[in-house]
């Protein structure tokens, strides 16, 4: 079945310092991708997309190529700061016969220390 | 434009009860997602309704139900509630035809 792998954490990480957490998927045909974030006590905030191969999604400083040769999403931003601190979800979504839901990763926290 | 609410945001129940939430998404959307987010477990997809109709539906006991009205504000039942049940239950919204789900601030449920 589908599924969604991310690297454990937590990540920690110095401000200003470059940020990488791998997501690599496993998916028929041809998913949508995405990065969600959750802030302590909150719900999941929608970061950034990607709906076809070699698409970037990008918002706030952060971006994510979907590449499809190496089935991965991989999500980068060159300055992390400390309010940045949270936990990131890659997730997909393969369209029709599986409508409405989102398959996610484990999970990735991420510390950012001042 | 308002974003999903949910309602209440914490509930503490006991085992053997039964447990309605409450979701209503952003104006204009008319799919709606739950679920169910564990730390052992992680996110989990529970069911998804479109006008009122459930179309999709994850691998959940049947102790788990929904229900869409219609003005697109859906309803999540639990019943006979375990231990196991204590968890953060999410509920998205999205816009006809489009695949991205914005979510609700969850609701927190308690099994003692």
């Known amino acids: 079945g589908d599924s969604v792998t991310q690297m454990e954490g937590p990540v920690t990480l110095s401000e200003e310092a470059f940020l990488t957490i791998n997501c690599t998927y496993t998916?028929?045909?041809?998913?949508?991708l995405f990065w969600y974030v959750q802030y302590p006590g909150e719900g999941l905030q929608l970061l950034l997309k990607?709906?076809?191969?070699?698409d970037k999604g990008s918002n706030k400083g952060f971006e994510a190529t979907y590449r499809k040769e190496t089935t991965s999403f991989h999500l980068e931003k060159g300055s992390v700061q400390v309010s940045d601190s949270a936990v990131y979800f890659c997730?997909?979504?393969?369209?029709?016969?599986?409508?409405?839901?989102?398959?996610f990763g484990q999970g990735t926290t991420l510390q950012v220390k001042p | 434009k308002a974003g999903v609410t949910q309602t209440p945001r914490y509930l503490i129940k006991t085992r053997g009860q039964q447990v309605t939430l409450s979701c209503s998404p952003i104006?204009?959307?008319?799919?709606v997602s739950w679920y169910q987010q564990t730390p052992g477990q992680g996110l989990q997809f529970l069911f998804e309704?479109?006008?009122?109709?459930?179309?999709n539906k994850g691998n959940f006991p049947g102790r788990f139900s929904g229900r869409q009205f219609s003005n697109s504000r859906s309803e999540m039942n639990v019943s006979t509630l375990e231990l196991g049940d204590s968890a953060l239950y999410l509920c998205?919204?999205?816009?006809?035809?489009?695949?991205?789900?914005?979510f609700g601030p969850g609701t927190r449920l308690l099994v003692l």
């Open positions: 998205a919204s999205s816009f006809p035809g489009q695949e991205t789900q914005y």
């Open positions: 998916a028929t045909g041809y998913p949508s």
């Open positions: 990607a709906t076809k191969a070699d």
């Open positions: 997730a997909l979504i393969r369209g029709s016969g599986n409508t409405g839901k989102l398959i």
């Open positions: 104006s204009g959307h008319r799919s």
């Open positions: 309704y479109f006008s009122e109709t459930q179309r």
